[in-house]
């Protein structure tokens, strides 16, 4: 009888962890060695740590008996949470179980979650105070951040995912992630205190042993993506490098996110955004000048893309993996500075085609590795770019300034950076996916 009462809990417990993902049988695996599973540094639920579990038990997320004694959240469904959890999977953007904990106040956790931003973690920007992943999820209009609704309707059904998989576990194997940087929170990562919280979802299996990292493996760094990949500089810094403050720029040390983001971010899939009330755009990154095609004539760029051949960017060189204060996730921190400034009114006409989008953070983010009229002539405003459309002085090929009324709503005027014509968002040309007249991708 002993035996089979063992043999059954087992059983149990290998069916209940999980967050969508499910174990076939009971091994140490990489969960020790996770975030999670850490007996120095892992989950730790204040209420029943009281009660004598060990930091890292499996219990602190799972109930195996649907119960245990102390204070503690019920699930919001009023029934038992699926995966055994003490909380729902999932209930809302929002809401979750895995909000319940990765949060800095409030959370169930001892002494609370912090999780920082990519450009904390990455670029070094310390003064950031994005500082947990509810927070971050939390941005709305003009902040953005990933729909965990149509990121939970996009998987349901793909790579072996359910109606009942919880959308975080899209892009987390939560039996595996590891911090980056591990157990600190509160530094900027670093050659040796890297981590690798990603798994791909096309990669996904119910055997979560079976489901490994992304990125932490050789042939899945940048540098095995393209030779031609450039890192940008750390913030303040003109001799250190995303993403961990050595002198490293090959990509050699930063995990392949164009690889992995394009499991979902493609030419073929078909991803309804909620937010945008349209489907994103399609992503085909062989076709991009910011991925593997290299930008026809002179490209009039800052350091440190000034001097290479091949401009090929990694999507977290740009974009924050969970949530931003900027439109369409854009970083608040790119290559070394905050984007800021003074800009100039952006034109409110539509931009058909292709979207009339009025996202003005895209021309911060331009100007943090192209250059602005300012760079060609310090008399010039900033965010004005009439040199590099226009003039021959920038040496790229010329839009040339004699039917301004093609593209200006405002029409005619003054020509120079000083003209009196309205500005055009940057992205009602440059997006990706956007070709010129000639079939020419323009971004």
């Not at 087992?10 to 990489?30: D, E, R």
């Not at 949530?323 to 539509?350: H, K, W, Y």
Request: aromatic share 10%.
């Amino acid at each position: 009888m002993r035996v089979v009462i063992k043999y059954t809990f087992l059983v149990i417990v290998a069916i209940a962890i999980g967050l969508g993902v499910y174990v076939l049988s009971v091994k140490a695996g990489p969960y020790i060695s996770s975030s999670h599973g850490n007996t120095t540094y892992g989950v730790n639920r204040s209420s029943i740590s009281a009660l004598g579990y060990s930091r890292g038990n499996c219990a602190h997320c799972h109930e195996q008996h649907a119960s245990i004694n102390g204070s503690e959240p019920a699930p919001s469904s009023g029934a038992p949470s699926n995966y055994a959890l003490f909380y729902d999977n999932y209930v809302s953007q929002t809401d979750g179980v895995c909000f319940q904990c990765h949060t800095d106040t409030g959370s169930y956790q001892t002494g609370g979650l912090v999780n920082r931003s990519y450009s904390y973690r990455a670029g070094g920007w310390t003064t950031d105070t994005l500082n947990d992943i509810l927070e971050a999820f939390s941005f709305t209009a003009p902040g953005s951040s990933h729909n965990l609704d149509d990121i939970k309707t996009f998987i349901d059904g793909r790579w072996g995912y359910t109606a009942t998989s919880n959308p975080c576990v899209a892009c987390h194997n939560p039996h595996a992630a590891t911090g980056d940087p591990a157990n600190a929170p509160n530094s900027p990562k670093s050659s040796t205190t890297r981590g690798y919280p990603i798994a791909r979802p096309s990669q996904h299996s119910k055997d979560t042993n079976a489901w490994g990292l992304w990125g932490d493996d050789p042939g899945e760094k940048m540098r095995d993506y393209t030779l031609d990949y450039q890192a940008p500089y750390r913030y303040g810094s003109t001799t250190q490098y995303e993403p961990d403050g050595s002198t490293t720029q090959d990509g050699s040390n930063l995990t392949d996110f164009v690889t992995f983001c394009t499991d979902c971010h493609n030419t073929v899939d078909t991803i309804y955004s909620t937010t945008l009330a349209r489907n994103l755009r399609t992503i085909d990154w062989t076709q991009e000048k910011h991925g593997l095609i290299d930008g026809n004539g002179a490209v009039s760029t800052d350091p440190p893309y000034d001097s290479v051949i091949g401009k090929v960017l990694a999507c977290t060189d740009c974009h924050e993996p969970h949530g931003s204060p900027n439109q369409v996730l854009i970083r608040a921190e790119v290559n070394g500075d905050v984007l800021g400034g003074t800009i100039t009114t952006i034109e409110s006409t539509d931009c058909t085609p292709p979207y009339s989008d009025t996202n003005k953070e895209i021309a911060y983010l331009c100007q943090r590795c192209h250059m602005d009229d300012y760079d060609f002539n310090n008399l010039c405003p900033p965010n004005r770019w009439y040199y590099v459309h226009h003039s021959s002085a920038s040496g790229d090929p010329p839009y040339w300034a004699s039917s301004c009324g093609s593209c200006h709503a405002s029409g005619g005027g003054p020509r120079g950076c000083d003209a009196s014509v309205s500005s055009i968002n940057c992205n009602c040309c440059h997006y990706h996916g956007s070709t010129d007249g000639s079939g020419n991708q323009t971004f």
